[in-house]
C-alpha cells in the first residue's frame, strides 16, 4: 500500500471518528438543551391548592328533583246507613316514587400509594419514575364529576362519572396527557356512548365494546364487569367492584393494555393495576411507550 492510499485510510477513519463524536454531541445537546426531559411530581399540597381554585368556580347545584306521580282517587261511594267504611272509599290524592341516582364520589383529594414509571424509547430512551404517593382531584362537573390522576406535571389522566338509577356510568371524553423531552402531548379520549362501571345493584353485565378516538386515532377499549367483594382502606372496610379494561390491538401501530380498576361503589378508585405498551408513529418515526403503576388509596376521607 502507498503512502498516499495510507494517508487516505487515515483521513476516512478520522473523518468516521469525527462523524460518530458529532452525532454523539448533537443527541446531548438534543437531550440536554434542546429536549431536556424532567419528571416533576405534584405534591399533596399543590394538588389541593389546585382542587380549592377549581371548585370555587363551579356552581352549586341542586340534587334531581323527585318523580312525582299523581293517583287519581276512587269514585265517591254513595251514602250508607252502615257505621263500617270499606277500605277501598279511602282516598289517596298523591305519591312520589323517587327516581334518585345512585350516591356518587365526594368532592376532594385523595392520596394514593404508588409505584410505577413509565417510558418511551425515542432518543435514546428515558424514564419517569412515579413518586411514591400521587393524587386522584374529585372536582364536580356537569352531570357527575370529573376525576384527574396527577401521576407526575408530565403525566397525568382525567376521567368523567356520572350517577345514574341504573349505577355510576363512565362518561365519553376524557383526557391522557404524557410530555417527554418537554414535547406535550395532550391526547383527547372521545367516545360514542358511555360505559356502566359500577351497577346499583350487584349483576353479571355483558363485556362492554367502547368505540372511541385517542387523539384522533381509533381507540377500542374493551370493559368487563367482573367481581364484587369487599376491600379494606385504612382499617375501614369497603364494599369493591372490580372492572377490568383491555384494548388489544395488532395493527401496525399497535396497543396491548391491561388496566384493572376496583371501584367504591361510589366510583372512587380504591386500587388500580395497570399495563400498557404501545407504538406510535412520529416525526422522528416510530416510538415504544411504555408503563406499568399501581395504586392503593390511603383514605377513604379527601383532603379540601
Not at 487515515?10 to 463524536?21: P, S
Not at 287519581?72 to 312520589?96: D, E, F, I, L, N
Amino acid at each position: 500500500m502507498g503512502d498516499d492510499e495510507r494517508h487516505r485510510g487515515r483521513r476516512w477513519l478520522l473523518a468516521a471518528v469525527v462523524a460518530v463524536v458529532l452525532i454523539v454531541v448533537a443527541i446531548v445537546v438534543l437531550k440536554t438543551v434542546v429536549f431536556r426531559d424532567q419528571a416533576r411530581a405534584v405534591t399533596t399540597d399543590e394538588a389541593v391548592d389546585r382542587y380549592r381554585a377549581e371548585a370555587s368556580t363551579v356552581p352549586a347545584t341542586s340534587a334531581p328533583a323527585p318523580t312525582t306521580v299523581a293517583v287519581t282517587p276512587p269514585p265517591t261511594m254513595p251514602a250508607s246507613t252502615s257505621t263500617s267504611v270499606a277500605p277501598s272509599t279511602v282516598p289517596v290524592t298523591s305519591t312520589t316514587v323517587p327516581s334518585v341516582p345512585v350516591a356518587l364520589v365526594a368532592p376532594g383529594v385523595y392520596r394514593y400509594t404508588t409505584t410505577g414509571q413509565e417510558h418511551v424509547d425515542a432518543l435514546n430512551g428515558t424514564t419517569h419514575t412515579y413518586p411514591a404517593e400521587t393524587t386522584i382531584t374529585v372536582i364536580p362537573d356537569g352531570c357527575g364529576v370529573s376525576l384527574r390522576w396527577d401521576a407526575l406535571k408530565e403525566r397525568w389522566d382525567q376521567w368523567h362519572l356520572c350517577a345514574t338509577p341504573e349505577g355510576v356510568e363512565l362518561e365519553t371524553d376524557g383526557i391522557q396527557y404524557h410530555e417527554f423531552f418537554s414535547q406535550p402531548d395532550n391526547e383527547a379520549v372521545a367516545c360514542q356512548a358511555p360505559v356502566m362501571l359500577v351497577p346499583a345493584t350487584p349483576t353479571e353485565l355483558a363485556p362492554q365494546q367502547q368505540t372511541c378516538t385517542l387523539a384522533a386515532d381509533p381507540w377500542l377499549p374493551l370493559w368487563t364487569v367482573l367481581e364484587r367483594a369487599p376491600h379494606t382502606v385504612d382499617g375501614q372496610q369497603v364494599d369493591v367492584q372490580h372492572v377490568q379494561m383491555q384494548i388489544e390491538d395488532d395493527d401496525q401501530y399497535w396497543e396491548h393494555t391491561t388496566i384493572d380498576w376496583y371501584l367504591a361503589l361510589d366510583g372512587l378508585p380504591v386500587e388500580v393495576v395497570a399495563t400498557k405498551s404501545s407504538l406510535s408513529a412520529s416525526p422522528i418515526g416510530a416510538i415504544q411507550y411504555d408503563e406499568q403503576f399501581q395504586l392503593d388509596l390511603r383514605s377513604l376521607t379527601p383532603l379540601t
